[in-house]
C-alpha cells in the first residue's frame, strides 16, 4: 500500500543501491510493455529528486557496460555529487563496518558504492532501497540501522511507491 501523505507532509526522498539498479533492470525489463508503468514511475521520481543515489554507485554500475549502465547514463541528474557532509559521514559509516571487510572491499578493483550509499542516505534524511540480505553482517541494510535509517527491499519499495 501506498504510503499516505497528509497536507504540508514532504514526499519522502529514497536513496538507491546499485544492487537494486540491477535488480529492478533484471527483474523488470524497460522493454516489455508490461513493466513500462513501473519504469515510468521510477524515471519520474528521479526527475523530481526523489529518488537518488551517490556517484559511487554510478561509478559501480557502469563498470557493467549493460542496459543498466545506459539507463544510468541517461538519468544521470539521480547520481549526487560528493558534499562536505558525505565526507564527514563516510568515516562514521567505516566505523559500523567489520575492519577486515572494510579493507577487504576498499582494496578491490573496482567502485564500491555501499558506505557512500549510507552516508548520502543519512545526509539527506532518506529511505534507503537495496536489494541486500537485512540479517548478514556489513550489509548495507545492517550498517544503516546503526544510523536510525529505514531500508527497503525493492518490492517493499514498489509497495511503499504504490506500484501493483
Same mark, same amino acid.
Given at each position: 500500500? =501506498?504510503?499516505?501523505? #497528509? ?6 526522498? +529514497?536513496?538507491?543501491? =546499485?544492487? =537494486?539498479?540491477? %535488480?529492478?533492470?533484471?527483474? +523488470?525489463?524497460? /522493454?516489455? &510493455? $508490461?513493466?513500462?508503468?513501473? *519504469? /515510468? ?6 526527475? !523530481? $529528486? &526523489?529518488?537518488?543515489?551517490?556517484? !559511487? ?12 549502465? =545506459? *539507463? ?10 560528493? %558534499? ?7 568515516? @562514521?559509516?567505516?566505523?559500523? +563496518?567489520?575492519?577486515? +571487510? *572494510? ?12 558506505? *557512500? ?8 534524511? $532518506?529511505?534507503?532501497? $537495496? ?6 553482517? @556489513? &550489509?548495507?541494510?545492517?550498517?544503516? #540501522? ?9 518490492? /517493499?519499495?514498489?509497495? /511503499?511507491?504504490?506500484?501493483?
Amino acid at each position: 500500500m =501506498a504510503r499516505q501523505l #497528509r497536507l504540508g507532509d514532504v514526499p519522502p526522498i +529514497y536513496c538507491i543501491d =546499485a544492487s =537494486a539498479l540491477v %535488480d529492478l533492470k533484471r527483474w +523488470y525489463p524497460q /522493454e516489455m &510493455r $508490461t513493466f513500462k508503468p513501473i *519504469w /515510468e514511475q521510477i524515471e519520474s521520481m528521479v526527475n !523530481a $529528486t &526523489r529518488l537518488i543515489s551517490p556517484l !559511487a554507485v554510478e561509478k559501480e554500475i557502469m563498470e557493467g557496460k549493460d542496459a543498466i549502465a =545506459a *539507463w544510468c547514463k541517461q538519468n544521470k541528474v539521480m547520481f549526487k555529487d560528493i %558534499d562536505e557532509c558525505q565526507i564527514q559521514e563516510i568515516h @562514521n559509516v567505516q566505523g559500523k +563496518y567489520d575492519i577486515d +571487510y *572494510w579493507n577487504n572491499e576498499t582494496n578491490k578493483l573496482g567502485h564500491w558504492g555501499d558506505p *557512500w550509499v549510507i552516508a548520502l542516505g543519512i545526509c539527506e534524511d $532518506t529511505t534507503i532501497v $537495496t536489494n541486500e540480505n537485512k540479517d548478514k553482517a @556489513n &550489509r548495507i541494510p545492517q550498517i544503516a #540501522r546503526n544510523f536510525n535509517l529505514r531500508s527497503l527491499h525493492l518490492l /517493499e519499495f514498489f509497495q /511503499e511507491i504504490g506500484i501493483e
